[in-house]
């Protein structure tokens, strides 16, 4: 009689939805009877996934609205921390959320679960004294990007680098005129398009959003010919970025409802908050200037606790400077309008840097899905990685 092997997953956020219904098409590959429980979102309940709670439920961000739901967050938590420790599947995995699911891997490793957790926090950046928590809860760590996975081989973490998502995804080269044409763009063939994406959130809306204006103002000046497209990450976002362009009604702009990804593949040169954002307009070969802004305290002290040279991950990935950080003071229309024409300047140089690009893409294409698959595979088989000893 064939056994089903039982597996436990929580992905708290939508991308973890979309790691985790990859994850487990590729697991079931391996295994013609395998059941799937835990937490999860409507791409992993299509796979067959049983979610004991609605995703949403951990979908909190911010401040105030985690600490309102804690006493519900705790429920949750403990209710799968004893479900998992008294019917233990042969691994758990955590995507994403490591607030919420560090110390539930740690609970259930404590209880014998072996544990896995997707995607890396970012301690290598800053709290780097949480990896010790990381070691204590985890018997493997699949990382997203290369360097990543150096970071917890340094410390003594088992860990796999299984590649990124989005760089299997994103075709390795990008079609400008057929973005433009599926955006519907009244725009003769060589026109240049600067993207401008000011961030999801109000308040980076709000502080970038006049700087990124104005700097699209000093370039038109530059070169007339320039046309501005700005995608609205939601309907909030487009009524308040729509009431902003309002004293900019001199910009050659189109303001777009989502479709952000179209919209950086149909330009010449992105200007973007730094985030995820910048990793994608790096695997659409797109010339980018990276800005951000935030309030004085908070910069204060996140900038105090950073642990690493460059805030974008173009620049990470390359360990050197590939593309232009203009951060907090450095975030002013003029610096942006300078490097965005810079890039209109110095075709040679824009030519390199897409090579470059195309390098960094290659790198991190190598099927996560399924090399995340073969890590947890080899985990509950028993396969040991070597990690070197810590002191």
């Excluded at 320039?226 to 909030?236: C, Q």
Aim: hydrophobic residues 45%; aromatic residues 8%; contains cysteine.
């Amino acid at each position: 009689m064939t056994q089903t092997l039982k597996v436990g997953i929580v992905a708290g956020e939508a991308s973890g939805d979309i790691l985790g219904a990859g994850l487990i098409r590729a697991l079931k590959k391996h295994y013609p009877h395998i059941e799937f429980a835990g937490i999860g979102g409507p791409r992993m309940l299509a796979e067959g996934f049983h979610s004991f709670f609605p995703q949403d439920r951990l979908a909190v961000m911010g401040l105030i609205e985690p600490l309102k739901r804690l006493p519900e967050l705790l429920r949750i938590r403990r209710f799968l921390i004893d479900h998992f420790s008294e019917q233990q599947p042969a691994v758990f995995i955590g995507i994403d959320s490591p607030d919420f699911n560090l110390t539930l891997e740690q609970k259930l490793h404590e209880n014998g679960v072996k544990t896995v957790h997707y995607v890396s926090p970012s301690v290598w950046a800053w709290r780097q004294g949480r990896i010790k928590k990381i070691r204590r809860a985890v018997d493997l760590m699949l990382t997203l990007l290369p360097f990543e996975a150096q970071f917890y081989r340094d410390h003594g973490v088992p860990v796999q680098f299984v590649g990124h998502t989005l760089a299997d995804d994103i075709p390795l080269h990008t079609d400008t005129a057929v973005a433009r044409s599926q955006l519907m763009l009244d725009l003769p063939g060589e026109t240049p398009v600067v993207a401008l994406l000011p961030g999801s959130r109000q308040g980076e809306v709000e502080r970038l959003g006049p700087i990124f204006y104005q700097a699209a103002r000093l370039c038109l000046k530059q070169r007339p010919g320039l046309r501005f497209v700005l995608p609205a990450a939601s309907g909030h976002r487009y009524r308040q970025i729509h009431q902003q362009l309002s004293e900019y009604s001199d910009l050659p702009v189109t303001l777009v409802q989502g479709k952000s990804h179209e919209v950086m593949a149909a330009a010449d040169v992105v200007v973007l908050a730094s985030g995820t954002t910048a990793l994608e307009a790096m695997l659409l070969k797109k010339p980018m200037v990276v800005s951000y802004k935030m309030g004085w305290l908070s910069y204060q002290i996140i900038s105090a606790m950073l642990r690493v040279p460059y805030v974008s991950l173009p620049n990470l990935l390359a360990g050197e400077e590939l593309v232009p950080e203009l951060i907090q003071g450095d975030a002013t229309a003029e610096g942006i309008a300078t490097q965005v024409l810079a890039y209109f300047d110095q075709p040679d140089e824009v030519a390199t840097l897409k090579e470059r690009f195309l390098q960094l893409h290659e790198t991190l294409r190598c099927n996560a899905s399924a090399a995340a698959a073969n890590a947890v595979v080899n985990l509950i088989d028993g396969v040991a990685l070597d990690v070197p000893a810590q002191d």
